[in-house]
């Protein structure tokens, strides 16, 4: 594989860079492959939730290899998207398979489903790291979030899957849990971290609200406004001073610390431009439509204007070096992005 050496421009830059050489697009590096786009789960901050834009479906495993046949540089796998990975009973079949391209594979599940015959199925399977979404130290305010009782069985699994990984020896999968920050289970985030610290759990991760407009995804569930920043300031905090005895690694999202990930504003006026996934990642979803990313199906944007093609209909390379993803690039690098684009970085958590 032939990667192409840093330029230092701006994604921008580089686009016309490439048009006035004649030289077409790199193909993705980078891809979410939708495998299952329904839910076991009734959260509070998923537009599945209120309104699928899509029939349900799921992709199948000669789908599948069709789909990463056709993206020759692919070094990073996410599999998941508006749905539940774990829905897909052709999913450990499908990390083998990236596994013996050589390709980073990664996953996002509410754990309801990660039995033991699963969590086998996992590690056998090569997974380099499952990332399990818990936004709550309670039963109650997972209820409340998640919409399903399932705190117990949730925790039971993880538990029991930290325990499946050692009893096979494997260093692999990294485990992580990922929790959303809201008015709603803020208070709770130090007894989070002590409850990952009992599960066994690799890291914590904490990210922010992507707000679009119904349940609890709602700019009044916002955490990032000035009167609760000193409340935020001291929770985190306490939730650090807890990992450090822990011993447990507790990041933002983005690479980000905690505190910078929920606290800091993007440097820029204009952050969309600084976004490279039109350039490197390609998203697909269940019904092989191509998205712009993972976060255009929770903005408040009408799905139809973030379509970019189907790429089981037409093929990767028709739709990523397309007409309408060409617009949609050119359109982004500039002073009026795409509806999907125009608040990311900023209005996430205000």
């Not at 997974?127 to 709550?136: G, K």
């Not at 914590?204 to 709602?218: C, I, M, N, P, S």
């Not at 397309?322 to 795409?338: D, I, N, W």
Request: with cysteine; charged share 25%; aromatic share 6%.
């Amino acid at each position: 594989m032939q990667v192409a050496a840093p330029t230092g421009k701006s994604p921008r830059e580089d686009i016309v860079g490439l048009a006035a050489t004649g030289t077409p697009l790199p193909a993705p590096v980078e891809a979410y492959f939708e495998v299952a786009n329904r839910c076991n789960s009734k959260c509070a901050t998923c537009p599945l939730t209120f309104s699928p834009q899509e029939q349900a479906r799921q992709l199948s495993l000669e789908e599948f290899k069709s789909l990463v046949a056709q993206l020759p540089d692919l070094r990073r796998a996410v599999l998941q998207g508006i749905g539940e990975p774990l829905l897909n009973r052709d999913l450990s079949l499908m990390i083998s398979h990236l596994k013996g391209r050589g390709v980073y594979t990664v996953f996002n599940t509410n754990a309801a489903l990660l039995t033991r015959r699963r969590q086998v199925e996992l590690v056998q399977s090569g997974l380099d790291e499952l990332r399990v979404s818990l936004d709550s130290s309670t039963p109650e305010t997972y209820l409340k979030i998640r919409g399903i009782p399932a705190f117990e069985r949730v925790v039971a699994n993880v538990g029991e899957m930290v325990a499946t990984r050692r009893s096979l020896g494997s260093p692999t999968p990294r485990i992580s849990v990922w929790t959303t920050a809201l008015r709603e289970n803020l208070a709770e985030l130090p007894d989070i971290i002590d409850l990952s610290a009992r599960l066994g759990v690799d890291e914590v991760y904490l990210q922010r609200l992507v707000f679009w407009g119904e349940g609890l995804a709602t700019r009044s569930q916002s955490v990032f406004v000035s009167s609760r920043r000193a409340r935020l300031e001291k929770i985190i905090e306490e939730a650090e001073r807890r990992a450090a005895l822990h011993g447990l690694s507790f990041r933002g999202a983005d690479a980000l610390s905690p505190r910078a990930s929920l606290l800091e504003r993007p440097p820029a006026s204009e952050p969309w431009r600084a976004c490279s996934r039109p350039l490197r990642l390609a998203y697909i979803t269940s019904q092989g439509t191509a998205l712009p990313c993972c976060i255009a199906p929770f903005t408040d944007a009408p799905f139809e204007s973030i379509r970019l093609g189907n790429y089981l209909e037409d093929g990767v390379d028709a739709v990523w070096h397309g007409a309408a993803y060409q617009r949609f690039r050119e359109q982004l690098y500039s002073s009026e992005p795409p509806a999907s684009c125009r608040n990311c970085g900023l209005a996430w958590s205000l």
